[in-house]
Nanobody
Framework: QVQLVESGGGLVQAGGSLRLSCAAPGRTSSSYTMGWFRQAPGKERESVAAINWSGELTYYADSVKGRFTISRDGAKNTVYLQMNGLKPEDTAVYYC??????????????????WGQGTQVTVSS
């Protein structure tokens, strides 16, 4: 079992920045693909960004390319999502996830094995 603990959400004005963190204590988590999904009110959960265990492969949704950056610190078992140029349409609950398949073109249909509790990101116009 892998526990994922998120932090860093909040309220920000359009054009601002936030950095989300997801800590995954435990040595086994270092080999997992990790990433971020989000769900806005009335919408389905969507993939936002993902990174493989080595950090060499990443994926970004078209809507966040050029604005968001995913990274991981293997020594700390932590993955980060740096969000710049935030827009009101980025408002959602952001969920950290681990252990799922993805390519640079997209995330696989099989759900991640592990989920965080979610953190709210609200972008005001």
């Amino acid at each position: 079992q892998v526990q994922l603990v998120e932090s860093g959400g909040g309220l920000v004005q359009a054009g601002g920045s936030l950095r989300l963190s997801c800590a995954a204590p435990g040595r086994t988590s270092s080999s997992y693909t990790m990433g971020w999904f989000r769900q806005a009110p009335g919408k389905e959960r969507e993939s936002v960004a993902a990174i493989n265990w080595s950090g060499e492969l990443t994926y970004y949704a078209d809507s966040v390319k050029g604005r968001f950056t995913i990274s991981r610190d293997g020594a700390k078992n932590t993955v980060y999502l740096q969000m710049n140029g935030l827009k009101p349409e980025d408002t959602a609950v952001y969920y950290c996830a681990a252990a799922f398949a993805f390519t640079a073109q997209g995330v696989g249909v099989r759900p991640p094995d592990y989920w965080g509790q979610g953190t709210q990101v609200t972008v005001s116009s």
